[in-house]
């Protein structure tokens, strides 16, 4: 066989025959047929406790054939977790873009959608109670009464739909309850951190219960402007959600939801990392990477016109379960909208001469609607419905510049033919030489692309289980879904009212007449000059397409008894055909995505051990991707296309060791490759990595003290690992790994938080200090590379420093 499927085998080989010795090991038998009594259930009930509803049905986590993890309230608590970007490194083969909350990207198993623009879906879908959450404006919410979090590895088009080609994440909050229940939470910590949130859940009739829940969350950021002292970063963001659940008899119930976000923060922080020399002059280009400074050693400069991200969301679910003879039919209906600002200062400098920003602004409206019927026998145990969701999105992508820095522009790429190679200070100087007292430099300029967007997306499912025997279930499962997209582009002239008004004053004395030059010459676009843009500015294009998918998935799975199955799949995801906002006409079809995998989940509760273990391979097809291209004068957006290709292993594991001392741990590796790719850059990337590291892990303990009287003590450490990015020919210019030794980017990163908290006798007051990123470490996560070449800028990101505090937690 080749080498790639040799070592597939193996692995295959490898975890099936692990999983059939350990059923033989010593004392295996006694937990499954010599264990009864009390005992045994006491332990059955420690190890499988945690119910999940992955495969739209009620089951034991052990008994679902998926790779999943669950990530449940105690871990969301002791990491002190605020939104899905605090836990990605917890779970290996999990990478959460959440710098900019109103502008995030999830990457699972190595694939992700590379792209900001509404006419690309993700490739992780995010659910918060079975409604899928849209696009990352929207996905990246802060947790309001969060029960768990389900992420369930691979290709889920079967179970979950549209855009889940490298799996799902279920967000599962909490139910209002039948007691009265009140809880508040207060955590302070460095940087000016401030978070508090309160619970309060009231009974209102025999069948009727109301939850309400809130939080506030603020930081100054943990950087500073080296000239004006003010903060940069940080957060401020307060969040609420009221739920009201209601039997309407003994056959039916309802619960109606409202969740609301107001986010208003700074914007993300950018440092300066290229040499400058003294203002007002410039940095010379082409720009050398080894000259880049660490953006970990040196000052932060921050002159960032309107430094702001915010967001207003609001979301109403509204979920009817009625129980009939033969099962349940539950309707859901979802109706979501958000507002949402972001910017970005790409230069990293204080200087007017280098400024450049962009700005995303973001609107989007969406409605679900689905109906699920489920049902079991003593055979049969299957799950049947259809759904209907339409979108309505309107965005506007900014470049904002002043004319100064547009001067930069034209000297560093040689546009003007004057005596200092300026066009708007030249002109300035000419004018005031002649007594004319006009400027045209300080004024604002301004391009923008806006784009909208309407979908309608159909689909009808189902799957069923067959029970064979006791031991053997057979799975299959098939979607059909139907995408319709309307898209258009809308990008005009550059807009500088100021600048034009000065211009309209020139004009009227006839300065132009005077120098030779015409008026037109002032009026010019950098940002957005490929040729479809010029050739359609200040007209309207549009476009509309429709996709259609089957989706299907098989499943075995085989119980050797109570506590031991393995399993083999082979399942389809599908991503929908979408557009490149920032490229007038250019479209892609579909992503498709065909994953075999097989796995073992075994028990021992004698040894009050699990652990569970799979191994993959995927091809990904057509995948799509929205790259900045450097090759031209001023770098552009195009969609880059290509097929890859991964196999791995995945393995995670728990050891209740002793009553009060449990370890845990996850790892994954993965050798993720393009299959058939030809790289912006012209080269030819077929069989190197597409960047992925190899290998992920977390690892955690916990020790709990019982004082009796005096309540309990437990500390807790967690420690997490992420390997080096593996670097292919164009690493370098997608700016990845391997750009510069001083940012050392791409090395691999690790974290360890620890915990120590203490809960009463009573259970009512608890009190905790906790440390996150012990050690200190930052690791450059991006590039802003927009003015490399037309500007001699270039900014970076740095990852969180060490963060500490202290909490207390008043609950009845």
Request: aromatic fraction near 10%.
């Amino acid at each position: 066989m080749p080498m790639r499927q040799h070592q597939l085998a193996s692995a295959l080989a490898l975890v099936l025959s692990s999983g059939v010795l350990a059923l033989a090991l010593p004392g295996t038998a006694r937990a499954q047929d010599s264990v009864s009594g009390e005992a045994a259930s006491d332990k059955a009930a420690v190890l499988d406790s945690i119910i999940v509803t992955a495969q739209s049905r009620e089951q034991q986590l052990q008994d679902v054939p998926i790779a999943l993890q669950v990530v449940n309230d105690a871990l969301i608590e002791e990491v002190a977790a605020e939104d899905l970007g605090d836990l990605d490194s917890f779970v290996p083969g999990l990478v959460v873009d959440s710098l900019q909350p109103t502008q995030s990207s999830i990457a699972l198993r190595g694939i992700s959608t590379d792209d900001f623009g509404i006419g690309t879906d993700p490739a992780v879908g995010v659910y918060i109670d079975g409604v899928y959450a849209g696009r990352g404006g929207g996905m990246l919410l802060p947790f309001t009464d969060v029960e768990r979090i389900e992420v369930l590895k691979g290709p889920q088009g079967t179970l979950f739909g549209r855009n889940t080609a490298a799996g799902a994440i279920s967000i599962v909050t909490r139910s209002p309850a039948d007691e009265v229940e009140a809880r508040a939470r207060l955590r302070v910590g460095n940087y000016g951190k401030r978070y508090f949130e309160t619970m309060v859940n009231v009974p209102t009739g025999e069948d009727a219960a109301l939850r309400l829940s809130a939080l506030v969350n603020h930081s100054d950021g943990w950087l500073r402007d080296a000239a004006t002292g003010e903060d940069l970063g940080g957060e401020d963001t307060w969040a609420t959600r009221a739920a009201f659940k209601l039997g309407l008899g003994d056959n039916t119930s309802a619960v109606l939801s409202w969740d609301h976000e107001s986010l208003d923060q700074n914007a993300r922080p950018t440092t300066g990392i290229v040499p400058l020399p003294p203002a007002p002059g410039r940095p010379a280009v082409p720009l050398d990477p080894l000259d880049y400074l660490d953006p970990r050693k040196v000052d932060t400069f921050n002159d960032l016109v309107d430094n702001d991200e915010w967001r207003t969301f609001d979301g109403v679910n509204l979920i009817v379960d009625h129980a009939f003879t033969w099962g349940h039919l539950t309707s859901t209906s979802a109706w979501r909208q958000y507002d949402a600002i972001n910017h970005t200062e790409e230069d990293g400098t204080n200087r007017v001469n280098l400024y450049i920003d962009s700005e995303n602004t973001e609107s989007n409206e969406s409605v679900y609607q689905e109906f699920k019927f489920n049902g079991s026998s003593a055979r049969l145990d299957w799950v049947a419905g259809v759904s209907y969701f339409a979108e309505d999105s309107d965005q506007t992508s900014e470049v904002n510049t002043l004319t100064d820095a547009v001067d930069t522009a034209v000297f560093n790429l040689g546009l003007a033919a004057t005596p200092d190679g300026t066009l708007f200070n030249f002109f300035t100087q000419v004018a005031q030489a002649n007594g004319i007292p006009v400027s045209l430099l300080g004024h604002q300029w301004n391009e923008k692309f806006v784009n909208t967007l309407s979908t309608k997306s159909y689909a009808a499912f189902g799957d069923v289980i067959w029970h064979a025997n006791d031991k053997l279930n057979l799975t299959f499962g098939l979607r059909y879904t139907r995408d319709e997209k309307r898209f258009s582009w809308f990008n005009d002239q550059r807009d500088a009212p100021t600048l034009d008004a000065a211009l309209d004053q020139l004009e009227a004395i006839g300065f132009f007449q005077l120098v030779g030059v015409p008026r037109e010459a002032f009026v010019f676009d950098l940002a957005f000059i490929d040729p479809p843009a010029m050739l359609n500015k200040g007209r309207l294009n549009g476009d509309r397409k429709s996709w259609s998918d089957f989706s299907p998935r098989f499943v075995v799975d085989y119980h050797f008894n109570d506590r031991s199955m393995v399993y083999a799949s082979l399942a389809k995801g599908y991503k929908a055909g979408g557009y490149n906002a920032l490229q007038i006409g250019s479209s892609f079809d579909n992503e498709d995505v065909w994953n075999v995998e097989a796995g073992i989940k075994q028990a021992f509760p004698d040894w009050r051990l699990q652990y569970n273990a799979s191994v993959f391979h995927y091809v990904y097809s057509n995948r799509q991707s929205v790259r900045l291209d450097s090759s031209t004068v001023i770098p552009r957006f195009v969609v880059d296309t290509g097929d890859l290709q991964a196999w791995g292993l995945e393995f995670d594991t728990r050891w209740q060791a002793t009553d009060a001392f449990v370890l845990d741990f996850n790892a994954a590796f993965i050798d993720s490759e393009f299959k058939d790719y030809t790289g912006i850059g012209g080269n030819d990337l077929s069989g190197q990595p597409t960047g992925e590291p190899y290998f992920s892990a977390a690892a955690g303990a916990s020790y709990r003290w019982q004082l009796g009287d005096a309540g309990d003590l437990r500390l807790s450490a967690r420690h997490t690992y992420r390997g080096a990015t593996r670097c292919n020919d164009e690493s370098q210019t997608q700016t990845t790994c391997g750009t510069s030794p001083a940012l050392d980017q791409g090395e691999a990163q690790s974290r360890t938080d620890l915990r120590l908290g203490w809960s009463s006798a009573s259970g009512r007051l608890g009190m905790a200090v906790y440390g996150h990123n012990l050690a200190d470490n930052r690791y450059v996560t991006g590039l802003n590379t927009y003015g490399k070449d037309a500007f001699g800028t270039v900014g970076a990101t740095v990852s969180e420093p060490r963060t500490y505090g202290f909490e207390v937690t008043l609950q009845y």
